[in-house]
């Protein structure tokens, strides 16, 4: 038996090296953004909020290498190579089912990483007062050892873009080998199951590009930003 599908919309957004140097009027990189649509089952009908704050959270830390690794994404801020994700997470139950994630990639977010540390926090905030995301961010310890982005999602083996490979069905997470794909299926294979639509956006001077993922289910569901978010999201706390 499982519970209803849950609209989840995620962007991640980033940048990447040798991106056209534009700078938006708050002097960031233009981002980088890809646009994913996902589709998972909740567990069961009639989730209290707890419950489904609980789901959400142990589900998005699940995905997170997959997300992570798409691509070879640099900081959103400053452009270096990223290693950490920063979630902002909005949910509603009612009246359908609906998430909204945002992902930003970073070079370092601890308390040392100066500039682009201030530059999410000022962007957390932003993202409270004008869209009514929870305030998530704080800034990590310094000195963990997290992988870069783009890297192998099952070894973290740092990426190597022209020998790393990906997952044939969702053209989405990046492994180092068939092996490590192989044998990162049995987590992997929620990931590729749910993505049911993906959108990359380029800055403004590339032409975006929308694709299907493996799914052939049919789907009618909104494309994000069209859906109409009612105004409680459910407080889902901090994930990291
Ligand atoms: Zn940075
Ligand atoms: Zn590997
Ligand atoms: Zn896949």
């Known amino acids: 038996m499982s519970g209803p599908e849950l609209r989840l919309s995620v962007s991640i957004f980033g940048s990447a090296a040798g991106d056209p140097v534009t700078h938006d009027p708050d002097d960031r990189p233009v981002p980088r953004i890809l646009k994913l649509e996902m589709r998972p089952r909740m567990p069961h009908a009639g ?44 949910a509603w139950l009612n009246p359908v089912p609906l998430m909204k994630v945002l992902s930003h990639n970073m070079c370092d977010a601890s308390v040392t990483g100066g500039s682009c540390t201030k530059a999410m926090a000022k962007l957390d905030k932003e993202l409270a007062a004008e869209v009514g995301f929870p305030r998530s961010f704080k800034p990590t310890r310094s000195g963990l050892d997290i992988p870069l982005s783009g890297s192998c999602a099952k070894c973290n083996k740092p990426n190597d873009i022209d020998h790393m490979k990906k997952c044939g069905a969702c053209q989405l997470t990046r492994y180092c080998s068939a092996a490590c794909q192989r044998s990162d299926w049995p987590r992997h294979k929620e990931f590729c199951k749910i993505s049911k639509e993906t959108e990359w956006i380029w800055g403004q001077s590339t032409p975006s590009a929308t694709s299907s993922a493996a799914s052939s289910t049919t789907q009618s569901d909104p494309k994000p930003g069209n859906a109409s978010f009612p105004p409680h999201p459910a407080d889902l706390g901090d994930v990291d």
């Open 47 to 90: 989730m209290s909020t707890p419950e489904f704050s609980q789901w959400a959270q142990s589900m998005l830390l699940r995905i997170t290498p997959d997300l992570k690794h798409t691509q070879y994404w640099h900081c959103e801020f400053c452009d270096k190579p990223a290693k950490e994700t920063i979630y902002n997470v909005a």
